[in-house]
């Protein structure tokens, strides 16, 4: 845990309370007022709803993450968290991949049909290069998972493939002609690219070695709002009607699996330490060391230090003798000539 913890979790819980107002206020109106084109609304009060409530949703998390303290954390890449949603995301990858394929073909035999718009060209071309972005992208959710060191410059290097991702497909949306610039849901996606987009440059920071925390979960929330926003009214409308309100489905997908990554590292960002020794380590490190400075330093068991004669007597009381008297004592009151005459008297009585 963290000093940000328990306010990270209170700003995710109001992340998803205003994007599940929003999400279900466009799937009605994606379900019942959208017009047959599929671009433009019969009766656009529910979907104006839903943008203000997103908006006021992005406002309140961009004022409150200046409220998060500035602290060193020490992000982790090896937990389930963040194996099983980058397998979601690789696998949507390769599904969008297909289906950009498939649609720069579509926009080229339009294009070659005599059509004097250039732009559709220009959307065949980026669709194509964004396919191929798509595979290097997967890459990068693959080193996220097999490299489980924080820092790591060659999933950095992938990492910036996911980024070009983003930026090359809201290009693709404003130069694609089938659907027009001002289309709600055109507008809605693309801006759910770009946020996603500005949350993968401060995830490529993390295995740089250059965090920045409080943008990262800033741009964190506010990419899960709209990518959960621009992909789960789609899938459902879909499942519905059996319309795509999206350029492709494959789209919507994609922006689900990065609702579901983000989601997910933000989730795991509540409970990682602070950069230093975890809790647990110093409490380890602090008994070794009290237990190692007991056993360098020899104590009977009530600490007070014993000498060496002190030792000499207690092991001739063990043995039963007395302890040893010095020779020169004084015994009784005798004088020191007096003590100097036995003296001689009891060297003379050896000798004899």
Not at 37 to 44: A, K, T
Not at 57 to 77: R, Y
Not at 124 to 130: D, E, K, M, W
Not at 185 to 200: D, I, P, R, T
């Amino acid at each position: 845990m963290n000093k940000n913890s328990k306010k990270l979790a209170l700003y995710i819980f109001l992340t998803f309370l205003v994007a599940l107002v929003a999400i279900v206020l466009r799937t009605v109106a994606c379900v019942y007022e959208l017009e047959d084109n599929l671009i433009y609304y019969d009766d656009d009060k529910l979907n104006i709803a839903a943008g203000i409530t997103l908006t006021i949703g992005v406002l309140l998390i961009t004022v409150l993450s200046f409220f998060l303290k500035k602290e060193p954390l020490k992000a982790t890449f090896s937990s389930p968290a963040t194996y099983i949603p980058a397998g979601i995301v690789g696998a949507a990858l390769l599904l969008f991949s297909l289906g950009m394929n498939e649609m720069s073909r579509e926009l080229e035999d339009v294009y070659n049909s005599g059509t004097d718009d250039v732009r559709y060209s220009i959307a065949s071309t980026l669709a194509i290069i964004v396919a191929t972005v798509a595979l290097l992208s997967i890459a990068h959710f693959f080193f996220t998972v097999y490299l489980t060191e924080r820092h790591a410059q060659l999933r950095a290097y992938f990492s910036i493939a996911t980024l070009l991702l983003c930026a090359l497909y809201a290009a693709y949306l404003y130069f694609n002609p089938t659907v027009p610039l001002n289309a709600p849901n055109k507008l809605s996606e693309q801006m759910a690219y770009l946020f996603v987009a500005l949350f993968f440059l401060y995830e490529t920071r993390i295995s740089l070695g250059r965090e920045l925390w409080r943008p990262y979960i800033a741009f964190g929330l506010i990419g899960a709002m709209f990518s959960s926003y621009a992909s789960i009214p789609v899938i459902l409308t879909y499942l519905i009607r059996g319309v795509t309100v999206t350029d492709t489905l494959h789209s919507a997908i994609l922006l689900f699996a990065f609702f579901v990554f983000i989601a997910a590292r933000l989730c795991l960002t509540v409970t990682i330490y602070k950069e230093g020794e975890s809790p647990e380590m110093t409490t380890l490190r602090e008994f070794a060391e009290a237990r190692q400075s007991e056993l360098d330093t020899p104590s009977v068991q009530d600490g007070t230090q014993i000498s060496i004669d002190e030792l000499i007597n207690i092991t001739a009381s063990i043995e039963g003798d007395e302890p040893a008297e010095d020779v020169g004592a004084p015994i009784g009151d005798i004088t020191a000539e007096e003590q100097m005459a036995l003296d001689v008297e009891n060297n003379y009585g050896a000798e004899i």
